[in-house]
């Protein structure tokens, strides 16, 4: 048993929140009592706690699911965080109920019904969800809209309150403690993705994409320090496209303050079986692979601290 493991069990367990409709809690967040890197990983888009209510209101519940959720990618954080010792946040909540990576007010206002705000349709608060993929999710390339009927704004605002604020709270409150003792933080914003397609002939398509904000949320030499670890191991890897990141990545990144994020896009075909539902055999090596990559970046934020404004942090 390694360090990291063994502090794995004394770590401290948060959980928070409330998913409506049901008695789950919106986010479960582990924090090691001694904390042998300073690195955050989260999970905002693995969530199955699914009430009926919700699946009620659904067309087609099995087929929304496994397009909108970060199928049994918990699993695989779960796996590195323990190897590694990193703290850990997952929400419960599912994306179909409501998008942890979207602002608040990222909202298409006519699948809502009751009271709203004056918002303008091409408002630039409301971008994502005019593609369907707002704060609740609307419809699905392919697959057209998700709901039977309109989500009341009461409840549209339940799930804010209960679900979107904590998680964001605990989020920002955990990367800030972690800051204030190292000196800095590295938020690793984990996701999942369907299999790329090969951009260029016989170019090998991107397992893992890996996001920066173009340079805004995260120091460079953690960026490259990550990029060369993933292609010295043989994975093919792509920077900022098509992911770059989203609004995790925005409100939590700021790294002129010591709070460092990367997003990971990783495909589902390296960790799970043939039909994309459960984890497969190639989920171990993949955890031992990102253990490696997350001890690299932790140590490269750790040095980074020395260097910066919170040194004295760090002493």
Known sequence: MTDAEGDRRDSRIEQGGAIPGCEAQAYTLEMPVHLPLPV????????REYPANLLSNMRQPEL???????????????????????????????????????????????????????????????RRAR?????????????????????DNSDLQARISSVHRPYHSALARHLEKI????????????????????????????HIVMGDRFGASCDNGIVERALSYIEAGNRPVAHNRPYSGGYV??????????????????????YLDAQMLEPGPGLEPLARFLAGLVRELGAATANLSLKGPFAQAAE
């Not at 397009?67 to 946040?89: H, M, N, S, Y």
């Not at 369907?132 to 039977?148: A, F, T």
């Not at 010591?258 to 075909?269: D, N, P, T, V, Y």
């Open 40 to 47: 955050l990983i989260a999970v905002p888009h693995a969530g």
């Open 64 to 126: 929304a699911a496994s397009r909108l959720e970060d199928r049994k990618v918990d699993i695989l954080a779960r796996e590195v965080a323990r190897l590694t010792g990193a703290a850990l946040l997952v929400a419960n909540a599912p994306r179909a109920m409501i998008d942890l990576n979207r602002a608040k007010d990222d909202v298409d206002w006519e699948m809502v019904a009751g009271a709203r705000p004056p918002v303008s349709r091409h408002s630039h608060a409301n």
């Open 131 to 151: 593609s369907g993929l707002g704060l609740v999710p609307r419809r699905l390339p392919q697959s057209g809209e998700i709901w039977r009927g309109p989500v």
């Open 179 to 206: 800051r204030d003792d190292w000196g800095a933080a590295l938020l690793i914003d984990m996701h999942s993705m369907p299999p790329l397609k090969p951009r260029f002939g016989a170019e090998r398509p991107a």
């Open 249 to 270: 990545l925005d409100r939590h990144a700021a790294p002129q303050r010591g709070l460092h994020a990367i997003q990971l896009e990783i495909c589902r075909s390296i």
